[in-house]
């Protein structure tokens, strides 16, 4: 393990204990439930390009981590109800059953509310000296834009709907921008929110932040290009909708755009760009 | 109308009107069901208690209206949730389709989860001068408690499972005071808090909320004792559980001590007891 991934798993075991922090409540069905959906594996993207983002701008790990936290919970519940019957009706997820298989529809329905909910809490009880407050309330209402009805939330309707014969390409990428790149996005700029960057930085991680997002939704689609039986087969997918070269290439070049972004004014950091390289496609 | 009730209409519309304002995005069918969901009349109940609490506690309308609009938005996503087949399957509410039956359940489900995403949007994007956003923070760590796992989802939990015939009466008084309690305990803390009242009197405020919030789900109760043929005559219910006359009797005792837990301590505005007898129930 290099120094750079030495730093990035420790940073990463610090999230698994703070998400683990906020779900030690009651040994109730509701928390062991929201327990099952969150502290279960997970790449934790979100929150390291958080924390790295937070770093490079200057806030603390302390100050950042909440929010590292909050993103990953939305993240989580936004999978919950995903995997819902009425949606995608998944049996599994990173190898376990998903939320309603264990412990119903109805269970899955409310922990996905709550830990939505305990995102929020999360984010605006962290401790904040004096002006600081301010800084997590602009923060805090980015995130929920992102995640939203004109974010994340807006891009999950536009799936629905989505059929790749009649829409343009340009569509699919509004699509992706909102429904992955939101919180994607939300994480980059999160963090320079969090460190007190100027507009112009904030604009800079922003487009880092829109970049991966793409990048990343992108590589899902081509691990995932194989048709499937179920009804998700009918779903918009890059590599069926853009043709498998074309959407390999889009992503490096996504890549390329999103490290040469930062490096280019100088706010490029080995965590940054280790993170970005890691949603690189490797080929056999 | 009594000058009270005028003024309390006044405030009504205001709420109404930030209500449209903050669900007056795209055309899209999500913000369709939105509005749907949040702009069909309803008693705006929790935003006038928290308006006349923060007036009380000296905080101004523009203040304390976000906080009002995010209450009502997180109020109705729960309703619009209650509402799936999943949950209570309910095809009307208040004299219209639901949202489910009026926009599918995928689009009710994410309906649902972007105004409870917007709520907290709303009110962290408040502006707030100075010092101010400290008290917007703990605001929103407040209301997210109480209408998360350990608040309003948590007796949503334990709504699923309670059977009267084998629980006590303080388990059933604990439900109502997480399921319906949370957000009118929520209301009436959050004016305190954003008018920066003491610890003592914030204390009693919460007191308050509690006291109507437990009237407000006996009255609900037994508004709704007459048996059904659907699976909600199986859900718990004071009417059935304590008895019609005792729980008109614990009504009557929890308005009382409501009322006169503010009035003893000077805190008790012509509005506030106006709200809080809104909800006697009225005999023949």
Known sequence: MSAIEERLDEKKRAVERALAACL????????????????????RFRPLLLLAAAERCGAGLEEALPFACGLELIHNYSLVHDDLPVMDDDDWRRGRPTVHKAYGEP??????????TLAFEVMAGAAAPGGLASRRAEAIALIARRAGASGMIGGQVLDIDFRSETESEAAYEELM????????MAAAETGAILGGASAEDRARFTEFGKRLGLAFQLRDDLQDAA????????RPNAAAFLGAAAARARVAELHRAAIGGLEG????????????????????
């Open 24 to 43: 030690a409540g009651e040994d109730s069905v509701l928390f062991r439930a929201m327990r099952h959906a969150v502290l279960s594996g997970g790449k």
């Open 107 to 116: 269970i899955a329905l409310l922990a996905g509310d709550a830990l939505l």
């Open 177 to 184: 921008l909102r429904k992955t790149g939101g919180l994607i």
């Open 227 to 234: 048709p499937r039986d179920d009804r998700s087969g009918f």
């Open 265 to 284: 004014t100088g706010l490029l950091t080995e965590e940054l760009r280790a993170l970005a390289l890691s949603l690189e496609i490797r080929t056999a």
